[in-house]
């Protein structure tokens, strides 16, 4: 008899693995079909939030269609180009982020610099308010 992963679909793999892989493999079927993808714009950012995350498979698409490549995983060579593509677009951080579990890329966490020195009404933010992150609980 199989097990069931969440109790709803049957499968031989523990600790719902089949509904990572389904999501994987919906992910990157997503970023394969979705024709130009556009890089994430610094200019739509605020100073309630400055910062944004892009996702392994966004950064991936991203670099790819920019390279003409075929790269899977987030390389040196994709981390190069993904970051001279966000300064030149006007990031002023870029700063890639391992997955807790596998230490895989995960992604890349873009902010824009829109309060000098990290000072709004003369009192110093906290990095949860530098990186627009206050807002999420």
């Known amino acids: 008899m199989q097990e069931m992963c969440c109790g709803k679909i049957p499968t031989k793999q523990p600790n719902c693995l089949v509904l990572l892989n389904w999501a994987l493999h919906y992910m990157e079927i997503q970023v394969a079909t979705a024709g130009k ?15 944004v995350f892009c996702p392994a498979a966004r950064v991936l ?23 001279k593509q966000a300064h030149e677009k006007g990031w002023d951080i870029v700063g890639f982020l391992p997955e ?34 206050n807002h999420i609980k």
């Not at 994430?40 to 950012?45: A, G, I, S, V, Y």
């Not at 269609?65 to 790269?71: E, V």
């Open 61 to 83: 698409g991203l670099v790819n269609q920019s390279t003409g490549g075929d790269a899977k995983r987030i390389s040196k060579n994709v981390r190069e180009e993904f970051t």
């Open 100 to 133: 807790v579990q596998s230490e895989h890329g995960a992604g890349c966490l873009l902010v824009k610099h829109l309060a000098p020195a990290a000072v709004r009404g003369g009192q110093p933010l906290d990095l949860d308010q530098q990186l627009g992150l």
């Open 37 to 51: 993808m556009k890089f994430p714009n610094p200019n739509e950012r605020s100073i309630d939030s400055p910062a």
